[in-house]
């Protein structure tokens, strides 16, 4: 989709010079499609880009792939979660934000992260591993209820109780290990035989749950909604949000729909990646982009 969003963001940098927001900078593919379209503009060198991620490998590599746009001062890099970009009277205001969320290839190809049941490895998940509790330090402490309510609510996963069951049964025998491949086996035999080799491994939706907790991905999008973009952005800039599930998409359609929240939506429907797209890449299937108008801050 980068360069659907591309098209989107870039027109109000053709009337004046300004400042880009990638929330979720991971291996930089959007921001080198903004710095290019950027330079076709009448303002090539003046506008800036600011580009944050948590995850300091993500920041470390772009250091080395964008060194000549860093230190001329076109690109500024940020390692900070959304709830923690610095919103200072110093930030200039932005003409276009965007957010991709989720995870990176980078992070789910990487065993020593523990995000994929693929791959055998830690239960990390954070994406920010310099803090933070790993999902296997999470389902040590929390009770039987607390983790069927996590994997019910935030992977919609129906045997959610039947999971936590045998998540505290190993537990208690002291059998429950930090191993991806491990919790996996274990999810699997939650599931009747006949639905253990479908499409859809039976861990997809636990893995996507406990990832969502380990790293609060819906109170980290709430706040970006509701308290970083509405004191960063400039009134005509365009914010577009890329969620890949219906959690977050719902959050995000409810504030760009708002009538009296500043927003205005562009498009009605969430734009979809094209049949071409999803073949190379089997996740932006879910993928879903909304994109509005900040109006700005709607008083009295
Ligand atoms: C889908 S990837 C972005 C890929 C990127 N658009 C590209 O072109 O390569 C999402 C990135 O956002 C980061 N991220 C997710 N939630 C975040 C948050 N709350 N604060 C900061 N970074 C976050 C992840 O660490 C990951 O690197």
Known sequence: MPTQIVSFLIEPF???PGTYLDCTLGG?????????????????REHRVIAVDQDIEAINRAQKRFQSEVSAGRLILQHSRFSEISVSSAFPPVLGVLADLGFSSDQIDSAQRGMSFRLEGPLDMRLDQSRGESAYQ???????????????????ERLSRKIARKIIEARESSQFTDSTRALADLVSRAFPPAQRF???????RTFQALRIAVNDELGELDQLLNHVLPLVMKPGGLAAILSFHSLEDR??????????????????????????EVESNPRARSAKLRVAEWRGMVTG
């Open 14 to 16: 053709q009337r004046e």
């Open 28 to 44: 930089g593919g959007h921001v080198a499609a903004m710095m290019a379209a950027m330079d076709k503009t009448p303002f090539s």
């Open 138 to 156: 999470l389902l040590m402490r929390l009770s039987e209820r607390e983790i069927a309510d996590i994997l019910f609510e935030l992977g919609e």
């Open 198 to 204: 479908g499409r859809l491994h039976p861990a997809t």
């Open 251 to 276: 959050r995000v359609k409810r504030i760009f729909q708002k009538k009296d929240d500043g927003w205005t939506p562009l498009v009605k429907k969430p734009v979809e990646a094209e049949e071409s």
